[in-house]
């Protein structure tokens, strides 16, 4: 039997749903990558809406991969975005990945720029 990796991803998010949930003091970073693009949110749940954003869509970033150093330019970018909200303190969501290499390097970078967690 062979194991999908895009279903087992989806089901480890799912688990790691019913955990993790944002608010308004402390919303909830979420991580996805595409084969192109690597995108980050700061969510709250509770609202339903997105604080602020990145991706490698954005101008200033403006990157064809999903590799690390694309990561660590969106990482950068969602925590000075976040500090413009007034956002320090949130939860981290890894969207069912693996928290190595690109997840790492993101996250890693969101907390040089300021972001607790």
Do not use: C
């Amino acid at each position: 039997m062979k194991v999908n990796r895009k279903e087992a991803r989806r089901r480890v998010h799912t688990r790691i749903r019913r955990k993790v949930s944002g608010t308004a003091e402390r919303p909830r970073l979420a991580v996805h990558f595409s084969n192109k693009n690597v995108y980050a949110q700061l969510i709250d749940d509770i609202s339903g809406v997105t604080i602020a954003s990145a991706s490698t869509k954005d101008e200033s970033i403006k990157a064809s991969k999903a590799n690390a150093e694309t990561a660590l330019k969106v990482g950068q970018l969602i925590a000075e975005r976040g500090k413009a909200a007034s956002v320090e303190v949130v939860v981290f969501d890894r969207g069912g990945h693996f928290y190595h290499g690109k997840v790492k390097v993101l996250a890693d970078a969101a907390r040089e720029g300021g972001l607790k967690f």
